[in-house]
């Protein structure tokens, strides 16, 4: 499989093309992208997807978890991601209690859309079906995010892997299918084992992008400071700094990434649960 970034540098990525990729057998790189200059160097590197995420409440904010941001500090920073994106498909985080009925969903996604945003992401499982088919239906692509979901810290009692007891695991496997029955056209499962990132992506028809889900889901999806070594907290497993050695500086760590995505080389079993 080819890693080179001119390959789909500038190629505008859509969710059939997604689709087709995974079809094709061909790895998704995402990375998330808070601003012009992220974004920039990021989709100019080949990368698919760029996630808005609500992790911009730690690494831009510097608060203890995604809980404070709000859907006016997602738009600020759609706007500024989509000036730099050059033809990922740019998605965006619905933050914390943004959906909590269908009418703040539709309300805040469109915010969202209209500012540049391609796809929205929610975190959840099948409770979130009814909002899923109702975005979906209005034109708006839904990302369902699984396992690990940090919206729900407070609940999970800290960031720790999800899925491991063989009933959980099934859980987060059926709510994905009832997810994607509902219209998301994209999973994206956080912090699981291998195995299950192996089946989910096996099992269901859409896309599944991992981050500590073992390198056999459809893509990857790591954050931007993460990626570069720049957060100062404790970093995850799953997590590695392509800027550590690399005499490329940003954009070599970002085509590093890409490329060993691509030829499956990471993540690696020393990311993995
Ligand atoms: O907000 C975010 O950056 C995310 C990633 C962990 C995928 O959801």
């Not at 810290?153 to 899925?163: A, S």
Request: glycine letters at 10%; one cysteine or more; aromatic letters at 6%.
């Amino acid at each position: 499989m080819s890693a080179s970034p001119q390959e789909s540098a500038r190629k505008k990525i859509t969710v059939p093309a997604l689709a087709r990729m995974k079809s094709a057998g061909e790895k998704i790189t995402a990375l998330t992208a808070y601003d012009y200059c992220s974004a920039f160097a990021a989709s100019e590197a080949g990368i698919e997807i760029l996630l808005v995420g609500d992790s911009l409440g730690m690494v831009i904010q510097g608060h203890d978890s995604s809980l404070p941001v709000t859907i006016e500090d997602t738009a600020y920073h759609v706007r500024c991601a989509r000036r730099g994106n050059r033809g990922a498909l740019l998605m965006a985080d619905l933050p914390f209690m943004s959906y909590y009925t269908e009418s703040h969903s539709l309300e805040n996604a469109a915010v969202l859309m209209r500012e540049g945003a391609q796809m929205v992401k929610l975190e959840g499982g099948a409770w979130l079906a009814e909002t899923t088919a109702r975005l979906s239906q209005r034109g708006i692509p839904v990302c369902a995010h699984l396992g690990l979901t940090p919206q729900s810290i407070n609940h999970l009692g800290g960031y720790r892997v999800q899925g491991r007891d063989p009933a959980q695991g099934k859980a987060i496997v059926d709510e994905a299918k009832v997810l994607q029955e509902a219209g998301a056209s994209l999973i994206l499962v956080e912090c699981v084992p291998v195995a299950l990132g192996a089946q989910l992506a096996k099992e269901l028809e859409v896309p599944v992008i991992g981050i500590g889900a073992g390198g056999e889901t459809d893509g990857q999806i790591l954050v931007w400071h993460d990626l570069l070594g720049l957060y100062p907290g404790k970093t995850a497993k799953f997590v590695k700094n392509f800027l550590e050695g690399n005499p490329g500086g940003v954009q070599g760590a970002i085509a590093a990434y890409r490329d060993a995505v691509k030829r499956g080389k990471f993540p690696a079993a020393e990311h993995c649960y």
